[in-house]
């Protein structure tokens, strides 16, 4: 079983930025793919962006160029810097660990 808890949601104004991370538990996190997926009220839960053991990344076509994922072995830990934020990205976000373990999501909401 492993166990992830993400931070760094929030409030914040259009154009703003926020890092989000991801903390997981366990041996084995430097083998696992991690990614970042989010649902909006009344929308089904999408992928934002992966990133696999070896590093490499994917991304929805609505976060290219804005948002990046990255990870840190060391840590346990995989980030979500969100740059050029629209109210669009308001959602609840969810980190997804090995293809199969979910946290319990961080709420960001983007306004003016």
């Known amino acids: 079983q492993v166990q992830l808890v993400e931070s760094g949601g929030g409030l914040v104004q259009p154009g703003g930025s926020l890092r989000l991370s991801c903390a997981a538990s366990?041996?084995?996190?430097?083998?696992?793919?991690m990614g970042w997926y989010r649902q909006a009220p009344g929308k089904q839960r999408e992928l934002v962006a992966a990133?696999?053991?070896?590093?490499?990344?994917n991304y929805a076509d609505s976060v290219k160029g804005r948002f990046t994922i990255s990870r840190d072995n060391a840590k346990n830990t995989v980030y979500l810097q969100m740059n050029s934020l629209k109210p669009e990205d308001t959602a609840v976000y969810y980190c997804k660990a090995h293809l199969i373990y979910w946290g319990q999501g961080t709420q960001v909401t983007v306004s003016s």
């Open positions: 366990g041996r084995f996190f430097s083998t696992y793919t």
């Open positions: 990133i696999t053991s070896g590093g490499n990344t």
